[in-house]
């Protein structure tokens, strides 16, 4: 039986996917879906911020996006949203920006990947800057893109990272926050792609029989844009996924959109993950974060406490419709 089916066998399923959801009538009646407000997305032009910053403004909100990159500036504009320049380690920008905003949505950039040489102080180091600009502009309505497994305080990888954030975020007094918990993305698949073409298989030290959850951004982005414009109190915690199913499973339906319909995903040891991260130049630090990651997800710690307090519903984007994407990468 999937453990979607057991857990709601057992009553889990119909709870309401948040930990605390208080809504003071007055702020009902005041905070509406309808008001124009002004809302402050980080991400750039991502994969989640774009989707998310076209649903916001198509729903008649002000929508400011900040960028570090100054050469993003005209295509913010061309969405019809207002840009704002400037970097995440600059706190008098971020209290700046923030200032007089009705909502934000804070996220942390994967710097991780892109030669942070201490992945966990950057998550520290960006969360710290949040909480004191939250602090000084008055905002006093959050959405922080968080992720599965930040329940925990070890073995996550980086994403202990998150675990750090959303405690930080918690100490917030007077401000309402949302830790938005995405499964994991879709396009994380994309990793496979030689490895299928040269091995004829997936492997990974997770993946086979284990029960995976998969996530497309623009179902987080769709939750995103319902959450921020939402009346809402105290803090609390909304998880999102798309599709759920077993490695095999996934990589049935991978295999068949490429040609290959009995691809199969080989479970692996950690070391063996490890000693092929490494053999592809990856370094050491982001390989054994990556291994820890996948670990947690094999062993089901990853994904526990999402089967505790499951979303409402699933999003639209199911793995069969990534698999056309996939397909066409593969070529």
Not at 40 to 66: D, F, M, N
Request: one cysteine or more; aromatic letters at 10%; a neutral charge.
């Amino acid at each position: 039986m999937p453990i979607r089916q057991l857990y709601n066998r057992f009553g889990y399923y119909n709870h309401r996917f948040d930990y605390t959801r208080s809504f003071d009538l007055a702020q009902l009646c005041a905070t509406s879906k309808h008001r124009n407000m002004k809302i402050i997305l980080t991400g750039s032009l991502g994969h989640i911020s774009q989707p998310l910053a076209k649903e916001l403004i198509r729903k008649g909100h002000t929508v400011t996006v900040i960028s570090s990159k100054p050469d993003k500036e005209k295509d913010i504009r061309t969405l019809g949203v207002i840009p704002a320049i400037g970097s995440l380690d600059d706190l008098d920008f971020l209290t700046t920006t923030f200032r007089n905003a009705d909502a934000v949505y804070c996220m942390i950039p994967p710097n991780h990947f892109l030669g942070e040489p201490d992945p966990l102080a950057f998550y520290q180091r960006i969360g710290k800057n949040y909480v004191q600009a939250i602090q000084e502009s008055g905002v006093r309505r959050m959405v922080h893109l968080s992720s599965f497994g930040a329940h925990l305080d070890k073995g996550t990888g980086f994403i202990l990272g998150s675990h750090q954030v959303e405690n930080m975020l918690n100490t917030l007094p007077e401000v309402s926050v949302t830790h938005m918990r995405p499964a994991s993305f879709y396009y994380n698949l994309y990793g496979f792609v030689d490895m299928i073409k040269g091995a004829g298989f997936i492997a990974a030290n997770y993946g086979g029989e284990d029960q995976l959850l998969f996530v497309s951004p623009m179902d987080i982005a769709s939750a995103i844009a319902d959450e921020i414009t939402m009346p809402a109190t105290g803090k609390k915690i909304r998880y999102v996924a798309s599709d759920e199913g077993t490695g095999n499973e996934f990589a049935k339906i991978l295999g068949t959109a490429i040609g290959k319909p009995m691809l199969k995903w080989i479970v692996i040891s950690n070391e063996e993950m490890r000693s092929g991260l490494l053999a592809k130049g990856i370094p050491a630090h982001i390989a054994d974060g990556l291994v820890d990651i996948h670990a947690s997800f094999h062993s089901g710690a990853l994904s526990e406490d999402y089967y505790r307090h499951p979303p409402a519903a699933l999003g639209k984007i199911k793995m069969k419709d990534f698999a056309k994407e996939f397909a066409a990468a593969f070529k």
